[in-house]
Structure formats: structure tokens, C-alpha cells
């Protein structure tokens, strides 16, 4: 089975390193990704995909990046069953990095 996606996109925002409780180190990135086709005005929509960084992975953006920055981020969807305040069951998705390439 294959759980794997790759996104490549401008970096438009890195969280700070935040330890877990048991002191595993990880942050946050937000790309902007440009659509690979137009709209029916002409542009390029973009989406804004957040993705999570765990570890040494973290660290290293965290240390060698900056906002405007062209990232390639190749990683697994990870999903969480929830319920809503109602009582209403959803799946959450996460997109977990596993390895990252500075392109720029």
C-alpha cells in the first residue's frame, strides 16, 4: 500500500520548534502552491498546504529557512477520527514530512 504526497511551493510561513511532552522536538510549515492551470480568469490559484515537521527534520527548516524560500516536501497523509461538540464523527487529515529539499 501507498500513503505518499509530494508538494514543492514557496514557503509562506515556519512555526517556532515546540517540544511534545515526552521532549520530541517539532514545527510547522505553511506553503503557497501554484495550480497547474489557469482559471476562467487567466491566473493561477494557489492552495496553502500546512504540513507537520518532526525531529531532526524540524530542526533543520527551522534553522535553514525563511519566508519566500521554494521547498519540496515528500511525506504520508496521516488521519484522525473525531467528533464534533455535537457529536458528529469527521476525519482529519495531516500532511507528516518525511523528507525535505531546499530548491531555492
Same mark, same amino acid.
Given at each position: 500500500? #501507498?500513503?505518499? !504526497? #509530494? &508538494? %514543492?511551493?514557496?514557503?509562506?510561513?515556519? /512555526?517556532?520548534?515546540?517540544?511534545?511532552?515526552?521532549?520530541?522536538?517539532?514545527?510547522?510549515?505553511?506553503?503557497?502552491?501554484?495550480?497547474? !492551470?489557469?482559471?476562467?480568469?487567466?491566473?493561477?490559484?494557489?492552495?496553502? #498546504?500546512? &504540513?507537520?515537521?518532526?525531529?531532526?527534520?524540524?530542526?533543520?527548516?527551522?534553522?535553514? /529557512?525563511?519566508?519566500?524560500?521554494?521547498?519540496?516536501?515528500?511525506?504520508?497523509?496521516?488521519? /484522525?477520527?473525531?467528533?464534533?461538540? %455535537?457529536?458528529?464523527?469527521?476525519?482529519?487529515?495531516? !500532511? &507528516?514530512? %518525511?523528507? &525535505? /529539499? !531546499?530548491?531555492?
Amino acid at each position: 500500500m #501507498i500513503n505518499t !504526497f #509530494i &508538494v %514543492e511551493g514557496k514557503l509562506k510561513e515556519i /512555526s517556532e520548534i515546540r517540544e511534545t511532552d515526552k521532549g520530541i522536538k517539532f514545527s510547522r510549515v505553511t506553503l503557497d502552491i501554484e495550480r497547474n !492551470f489557469r482559471n476562467s480568469e487567466g491566473f493561477y490559484d494557489e492552495d496553502t #498546504i500546512e &504540513v507537520e515537521l518532526w525531529r531532526g527534520t524540524a530542526e533543520i527548516c527551522c534553522e535553514n /529557512s525563511k519566508e519566500g524560500d521554494i521547498l519540496s516536501i515528500q511525506g504520508r497523509i496521516q488521519s /484522525s477520527k473525531l467528533k464534533t461538540n %455535537e457529536g458528529k464523527p469527521f476525519i482529519a487529515y495531516k !500532511f &507528516v514530512a %518525511e523528507k &525535505v /529539499s !531546499f530548491l531555492s
